[in-house]
């Protein structure tokens, strides 16, 4: 009998097992990257308001801590590193939609996540979320903190997306 034919039933297997496999395994990359990839970006100077996926978004603010500084010291920043921190109004229209927030290096080949940190302690800001609230009915303010490398020197760009409104995404500049 020959080695294949006695073998058949486990090298089906392997063929339906191994594709499988993998494709489970980069399933969730797959989507990942096809969202930092693909898609325009609509440029946005601060303090320019812009309607995007359902609301208007304004960039207010925009700071930046070193680490060697006073603040970055009482902040416990690791050396080598800036907070950068950001408050977006944002403004729901008929639906206040949910968002996600990167901050992407000028070349656009760096990202960084929102920290989700205690929000830090910016003048004249009270009563800031940490994220964009799907329930909220009113004009309400949003502060994204990023740790960062001192590198990137405050030239980074705050990229902000709208599920429903994907591809697009905002690209508002410092």
């Known amino acids: 009998m020959n080695w294949a034919l006695r073998n058949r039933w486990w090298l089906l297997a ?5 594709p ?21 970006t609509r440029p946005v100077a601060i303090g320019d308001s812009v ?17 060697t500084s006073p603040e970055g010291e009482e902040l416990d920043l690791p050396v080598g590193t800036q907070r950068v ?16 927030a990167e901050l992407v290096d000028p070349d656009g080949n760096r990202r960084w ?16 979320l940490a994220n964009c609230d799907e329930e909220a009915t009113g004009p309400y303010l949003v502060v994204f903190s ?3 490398p001192d590198d990137l020197g405050g030239s980074g760009e705050l990229e902000l997306a709208v599920p429903d409104a994907l591809p697009l995404r905002l690209r508002f500049l410092p």
């Open 14 to 18: 392997l063929a339906v097992l191994v």
């Open 20 to 40: 499988a496999t993998i494709v489970a395994a980069l399933w969730p990359r797959w989507f990942e990257y096809q969202d930092r990839v693909a898609g325009p």
């Open 51 to 67: 309607e995007y996926g359902g609301a208007t978004f304004t960039l207010e603010q925009w700071s930046v801590v070193l680490s």
């Open 85 to 100: 921190s950001t408050v977006v109004s944002v403004e729901p229209g008929e639906a206040s939609p949910g968002c996600l």
């Open 113 to 128: 996540r929102d920290d989700f940190e205690p929000l830090p302690d910016l003048p004249g800001i009270s009563d800031a």
């Open 146 to 148: 990023f740790t960062v």
